[in-house]
């Protein structure tokens, strides 16, 4: 029992630990914004699912041996595809659809590792549910591991250790793994006698609330709805709360906790009270999503919305407990419970974002939590409380309605919305009726650009790019003659306001929703005095399969909500942007930033190649922050211009810091 417990918990822990350390992998080859987790943490759902799939068929359909003797040759072979990588030849090109690569590389990189250690927990179990051991506490335990590899991950491993050494740390690690559940395994193989297939377990069930409930549709739902509930909580506040790193974190962390307090077995489910408990959480996220005085205040929206996932979800999760058959029906159970995860990881990860053209998610997932808390209501055990369980159900389905209806009404006037893989944009008009009147593009919460819409005002240059900005004033110190300009993020093309007549400037953009927008409701482009390219794709990807382009300066301004996708700011970043530099060129980097602490990072890289670099702070009339602008150059001098020197201020330096490398990035110390 012992030995299985480790395999268990080891299994689990690299079954977590794999999918930050992949997604740090592949996510510079997507943009590096949160929908790659996304994407990515979709395929998990479908790997676990794959991974129980095959252990509830082994242990319905082949005999002990024969189970033992498969997974045997199947834990050698993956050994084989050891050490963990991603084939470089799934790099996107301009116009791939990123979520499909994402899932077929996901699969011949990590996938047959990946199932395997999926099917390991619920494969062990049921060899000990053969030989009468109630094996549930191993649930818990799988899941204890989840949650000690996801916190380790950020906090003890990405600082100390870089992305090569990780990789061959789990490879590792695998290997040990397989080694232990290969042993397990023989064990199993030789102690299954040849009448062992037929002889029926005598183990007795655990207490079940509802025995005639214990269906594998309801397990499904149950799985499926705070499967659902991680994703759309943890959408929205990476989305309209606060675009900050490690968001996802805290609602995954209370998700698996779920698991180990139901499965431990110490915590009696009463449903009376959990579903209550699961309204009044339903109620709190809608209302919180409809009070404006909660916008962009992370701490409450935090403590709302996990407390609510975690409510909610646990009384979805204490179900499925009460609802457990007996262990020899284990692996179904628990293929029910991964084909619900994955149902509702595909829905509101995959499926929303391709037929909904505005976030509707979390709303429609409360609404739907709703109604499993009248259909559960429905089983408790005296008519007044089921009248009573299906009214609150109904008010909390009633109220994920309303907070629907209000994002709508809150954005029905927009110009235009407009979602993809890569988020929500909107279009909005403010002072129509005055001589100010102005145009907006949003991210989320965060504003990507703004242009003035009278005609005589159109090509004025505002907000980050206005003329007393660093890059504003870079622009302008650049000597006459044709200047050429790379920018990396397009947003509504605000940069194109400093376009001459005979200037080349040449965007790069990874997002086709931000392309058709900036064309289609922004003027930006098309009033330039002369022709501007747009590059559609990765700016890194494109940029290395370019020749040099000579740019006297390179802009990077490419936001994933409030923050530069970090791949854009590492050290091989910066030495391929100074390939792409005329001699003189100057590189400007857009760090204004409310949760990064940026400058630092980009004067170690300075440093590290003897680079010259100013920090230019753009201030309004009352001494607000309007951009900050981090400038490089090959030497000093050509940094050395008055306008621009009139507004440097000092970067606080970091001389701890390790300078970032694609192989090392350590992003805590750069929290603020």
Known sequence: MVLVAIAVFLGAFLLFLVQPLIGRIIVPWFGGGAPVWTASLVFFQAALLAGYGYAAFVTRHLSPRMQATLHLVLLAASVLTMPLSADPSWKPTGDAMPAPRILALLATSIGPPYVLLAAGGPLLQAWLARRGQVPWRLFALSNLASLAALLAYPFLIEPWLGLTDQRWVWSAAYVAYAILVGILAWQNRRDAGPAAATIAPTVTAAPQADDNDGRPWLWVVLAAVPSALLIAVTEFLTRDVAPMPLLWIPPLVLYLATFVIWFDGNLPYFRPMWLAAAVLAVIAMAIAMTTHSLTYKLVPNLLIYCTGLFLVTLFCHGELVSLRPPPSRLGGFYLCIAIGGAIGGGVVGLLFPAVLPNAFDLEIVLAVSGALIVLRAMALSHTILIIGGCALGSVAMAFGGWAGWARYDNTRYDVAITRNFYGTLRVMDSKEDTDDYYRQLTHGT?????????????????????????????????????????????????????????????????????????HKYFTFLSDAPSKVDVVMGDARLSLEREPPQNYDVLAVDAFSGDAIPLHLITQEAIDLYFKHLAPSGVLAVHVSNKFLNLPPVLERAAQARGLAIVMARDLDEEGAIQSDWVLLARHAVLLDRPLVKAIVVPIATRPEWRTWTDDHVDLLRVLK
């Open 446 to 518: 965060i504003i990507h650009g703004t242009q003035m819409m009278a005609p005589e005002k159109r090509r004025w240059a505002v907000g980050y790019y206005r003329n007393e900005s660093g890059i504003g004033r870079l622009i302008q110190s650049l000597p006459e003659g044709p200047r050429k300009v790379g920018v990396i993020g397009l947003g509504t093309g605000g940069l194109a306001a400093h376009v001459r007549a005979s200037d080349t400037y040449r965007f790069y953009d990874i997002d086709p929703g931000v392309v058709a927008v900036a």
